[in-house]
């Protein structure tokens, strides 16, 4: 597709468990976003990605949060004993590159029991 | 936090030009100001971005006073599909890439 895409769009998990939330941004484009959104906030910023590595991965909360990104393309954001906390929208943008327009995703919530 | 202050929402009937206002009077010289706004279930999506000057684009124009501490989104001919989070950011465009979002103006175009 033509935009950026992320799966599942939906996933319901158990307090403790694991969970992985794909995005595939447009092709080309070098940098890689990822965001978090509660219910009536505004997106927050969780890390972003040049290339394969991670130039700034000051949002992320804590260290059950890791996301990565092995080929410069497609990256995995990866959520260990999840928490109720953790439920959000997690969305994903990408860019040409830093300075330039971020294209988002249609996000994937996250729904913690 | 947001370096932005919008209110937290507004209504325009159809057909009217919508016009948001944002202030952000602590802009550093190098910061561009932003627009994104984010329908319903959906991404945030850009809509227009300034420095200085007034800009105008397909979808809005963008109003930016002489001190550039406060600017004004336009949407001249408000739809239906205009209903949104519509989100003013600034942004230094030569150091962090990172968005800070605040909490935005919801929009209401009423029919």
């Known amino acids: 597709g033509a935009g950026v895409s992320q799966t599942p769009s939906n996933k319901v998990t158990e307090k403790g468990k694991y969970v992985e939330l794909r995005c595939d941004p447009i092709?080309?484009?070098?940098?890689l976003y990822w965001y978090r959104q509660s219910l009536g906030q505004g997106p927050e910023f969780l890390i972003y990605f040049q290339g394969t590595g991670a130039a700034d991965d000051s949002g992320l909360p804590n260290d059950r949060f890791f996301a990565v990104r092995p080929e410069g393309s497609v990256s995995t954001l990866k959520i260990q004993r999840t928490e109720r906390g953790d439920s959000a929208v997690y969305l994903c943008?990408?860019?040409?590159?830093?300075?330039?327009?971020?294209?988002f995703g249609p996000g994937t919530r996250l729904t913690v029991l | 936090d947001a370096k932005t202050t919008q209110p937290p929402s507004m209504d325009c009937a159809e057909g009217r030009a919508a016009n948001l206002p944002c202030n952000h009077s602590?802009?550093?010289?190098?910061?561009?100001v932003y627009w994104y706004r984010q329908i319903h279930s959906q991404g945030p999506q850009y809509i227009i971005h300034g420095l200085k000057n007034n800009e105008t684009n397909e979808m809005a124009s963008l109003i930016i006073t002489e001190d550039r501490k406060s600017s004004t989104l336009i949407l001249p001919h408000a739809t239906l599909r205009d209903t949104a989070v519509y989100y003013c950011i600034v942004r230094v465009m030569n150091r962090d890439d990172k968005i800070i979002f605040g909490k935005g103006t919801r929009l209401h175009i009423l029919p």
């Open positions: 092709s080309g484009h070098t940098a």
């Open positions: 943008a990408s860019s040409l590159g830093i300075h330039n327009e971020q294209f």
């Open positions: 602590t802009i550093s010289g190098n910061e561009y």
